[in-house]
Every structure is written in C-alpha cells, then in structure tokens.
C-alpha cells in the first residue's frame, strides 16, 4: 500500500488560501489520492480525490504533480470553521480499496 | 437522506460485558467499514464488508465480531469487552472501493467507554 507523509499541524490566517502538501512516493499508477477532514471528534468528511489531473469542487482543489508522488490540497478562503485534521490517503490496493488513515495534518485558522 | 446512521452515540460499559453498535445506511453501497480512533490518533479499521454475507478483517479485529445479513446494515458486536477497547467507533460505507463517486460517508460515531 502506497503510504503518505503529511506535516504534523500548519497554520493559517483567515480569509487566506490552505495549502496542505501530501507526499506519496509510492503510489502506484492507478491508486487515487483521497482527501478527508475531520472536525473537533465528529465522523471524517470527504473533501475530493483525484488520479491524475487537478480536480476542484466547491470545497477545495487538488493539485497533483506530474509524477504523482506528491499532492496539495487547497482551501482557497479558509475561515475558522475548517480548523480540523486533514488526512490525504492513497486507497489500498488488495484490500478492497480500505481508506488506511494516517495522522494527518492538524490545520488551525486563525483570526 | 440519513445516510450512516450510528446508534448509541454514547455507552459505558462495565469488564465482560457484551454490546452490539449498530451501523446502517441508506444509500445501497456495497462497501462497509468499521473503524475506531483513540485519543489523538487516526482511524484504524477493524472489520469491513464488500457487500451482504461478506466480511474481512482489517489492522485491528481481536475483540470484535462482525455480521452483514442486509446491504442497509453493518453490526459490531463486542463480546468481551475491556478496557482497551474504550474507544470512539465510527463506521462508513461507499459505493466502490476507489475511482469516480467512491467518496466514504461516515456516521457521527459511537462513544464507548469501558470501566
């Protein structure tokens, strides 16, 4: 299973953009990156996932390099409200695709 | 549309004792999971189901036991309990294991202590 390495917190101001790095050297040609949240100890909510190209949807973008081994999500306007841990997951391969979570990356929006 | 519905939010539980949390969705997906997360840490997933009548284990299974009998339903049952199993629960489904609409939803968890 593709493994992924994530800072352990970051910080950002509000009304700025999130750019949350990913690293997943070894992912394989058809492994999806997938991004999640989860706020405060509520259930982890999906953000987007994405193979090859860039993807935007109303909640953030996803940039993938050219070699995919690396990836960044992108919240363009933070506000207080996305203060949560972030994990980026590769989806296993021969283990019916279980997201394997991570520590994630702790993001806190200040004022 | 409930979607992962998780009942009890919370439950205390005393050394030996038995409890199933229950897990049900109403989205027709086929894949089903089980995780926990301890203070501080990530999910790990402890069972999970690729569709009714089919079940597997995943990182963390000794103490739990799993059944699907429906698509809608995805029982935990815990039959022993110990502390070491104090814990929040949270289970999820999706349509497919990765690509296009495989997004997880996951419900809002279960509280477990036990004492």
Not at chain 1, 40 to 59: A, F, R, V
Not at chain 2, 58 to 70: A, I, L, Q
Request: proline residues 5%; positive net charge.
């Amino acid at each position: 299973d593709a493994k992924t390495t994530q800072p352990t917190s970051m910080d950002c101001a509000e009304g700025r953009a999130a750019n949350l790095p990913c690293n997943h050297s070894t992912i394989s040609g058809n492994e999806y990156v997938y991004w999640y949240r989860q706020i405060h100890s509520q259930g982890p909510q999906y953000i987007i996932h994405g193979l090859k190209n860039n993807e935007t949807n109303e909640m953030a973008s996803l940039i993938i390099t050219e070699d995919r081994k690396s990836s960044t999500l992108i919240l363009p306007h933070a506000t207080l409200r996305d203060t949560a841990v972030y994990y980026c997951i590769v989806r296993a391969r021969g283990s019916q695709g279980n997201l394997i979570f991570g520590k994630g990356t702790k993001l806190s929006v200040k004022p | 549309n409930a979607g992962v519905t998780q009942t009890p939010k919370f439950r205390i539980l005393k050394i030996g004792q038995s409890m199933t949390l229950q897990c049900t969705q109403d989205m027709n997906h086929n894949y089903m999971y089980w995780y926990r997360q301890d203070p501080g840490m990530g999910l790990k997933l402890i069972y999970y189901s690729v569709g009714a009548g089919i079940t597997d284990k995943g990182e963390v299974p000794n103490g739990y036991n799993v059944s699907r009998s429906t698509t809608e339903d995805f029982p935990l049952r815990l039959e022993l309990a110990a502390p070491s199993q104090t814990s929040v629960y949270f289970c999820a489904s999706s349509r497919g294991p990765q690509g296009p609409n495989t997004e997880a939803f996951f419900g809002q968890g279960t509280r477990l202590t036990v004492v």
